[in-house]
């Protein structure tokens, strides 16, 4: 069984800054693309940042030289470095992964979420 867990939510001015990050543990053979999803309020969840295995990254257009999605393969964890928040920033974050474990396909994992707000 494999876990993902946020962390590093919370209130925070706008202009402000939060370093989100994801830990995956369990029974882990590799860990293939991650993710950052967030859902608004009354919102689609939409994809925030994606990073592939080899390192490769893709933002949404409205987060674009903002934030920042980084890895540490070694310790299974994915950031997101959220820099010059804006109001419209405040969503629970979501992780995700694409990860294979023994005996099964890849299959995609999620976490519970992390509340993050952007208020003054």
């Not at 494999?2 to 209130?11: D, P, T």
């Not at 109001?87 to 992390?114: E, F, H, N, R």
Request: aromatic share 8%; proline share 4%; hydrophobic share 30%.
């Amino acid at each position: 069984q494999v876990q993902l867990e946020e962390s590093g939510g919370g209130l925070v001015q706008p202009g402000g800054s939060l370093r989100l990050s994801c830990v995956a543990s369990g029974s882990i053979l590799r860990i293939h693309d991650m993710a950052w999803y967030r859902q608004a309020p009354g919102k689609e969840r939409d994809l925030v940042a994606s990073i592939t295995g080899g390192g490769s990254t893709t933002y949404s257009e409205s987060v674009k030289g903002r934030f920042t999605i980084s890895r540490d393969n070694a310790k299974n964890l994915v950031y997101l470095q959220m820099d010059s928040l804006k109001s419209d920033d405040t969503a629970v974050y979501y992780c995700t992964s694409l990860i294979a474990s023994p005996q099964l396909p890849p299959l995609y994992y999620w976490g519970k979420g992390t509340l993050v707000t952007v208020s003054s």
